[in-house]
C-alpha cells in the first residue's frame, strides 16, 4: 500500500558535487551542492541551486562561472565538511588540503583530486523560492586521464569511485546492472 508524504524533494540519488567559485585566489571558495542536474545535451546545460544566505552566492552573482567537482570515496569527508562549514570562517582548500587548479576557460579553480571538473558559465538565475538556480552553459570538461579505460577511451565511473547523495546519507556506486539500450540489443 502506498501512502502520501508532504510534498519534497524524493528525487534520488544525486550526485554529491563540490562547486569551486571565485574570480582570484583571494575569494575562491568551495560549497558542496546536491541540487544539481542536467538541462540539455545540445547546447550542452545544467543546474545548480544554491540558497541565497551561502557565502558563495555572492561570488558566483559577481563572476557568473564556476566549475561542478564530482566527488569520490576518497573525497568524502572534505565534501561533506564543506557543506557544513562557511567559507567566510574557513579556507576549504587550505583546511582539506584540496588543490585549486587552473580552469581551461572558466576563471573559477577547479578541483584536482576530482576526477570530472565541469567548467560552467551562468545565462540566468531563477529565484524559486528557499533556492536560486543557476542555469549554465557547460563550456568544458576535464577529466583525469586515470579514469578512462585504455581500450574505449570512456571513463570508468566504477574506477573514479563517485559519491552519491541519498536523503542525507553519502554512497558509493555499486556494480552496473545495464546499459542505454541493453534491453533492446538483438542476441
Known sequence: MKIDWKPGTMIY??????????????????MTVSWIGTICS????CYISV?????SYPVLKKQMEYVINLTTREMAK??????????????????????AGKSSIV?????????????????????????????????NVRIDDRYLDPATGAFDLKR????????????GLDDVIGYFGWTVKKK
Not at 545540445?42 to 546545460?45: I, K, T
Request: contains cysteine.
Open 13 to 30: 540519488p544525486l550526485p554529491a558535487a563540490m562547486i569551486s567559485c571565485g574570480g582570484e585566489e583571494s575569494e575562491y571558495n568551495i
Open 42 to 45: 545540445n547546447p550542452p546545460m
Open 51 to 55: 540558497r541565497p544566505e551561502r557565502h
Open 78 to 99: 572534505a565534501t561533506d565538511w564543506c557543506g557544513v562549514v562557511s567559507g567566510r570562517d574557513h579556507n576549504k582548500f587550505a583546511e582539506m588540503e584540496l588543490t
Open 107 to 139: 576563471r573559477a579553480p577547479l578541483i584536482e583530486q576530482s576526477p570530472v571538473c565541469i567548467e560552467c558559465r551562468v545565462k540566468e538565475v531563477l529565484a524559486l523560492g528557499s533556492h536560486d538556480m543557476f542555469i549554465s552553459d557547460v563550456v
Open 160 to 171: 573514479a569511485d563517485l559519491l552519491v547523495y541519498v536523503h542525507g546519507n553519502y554512497y
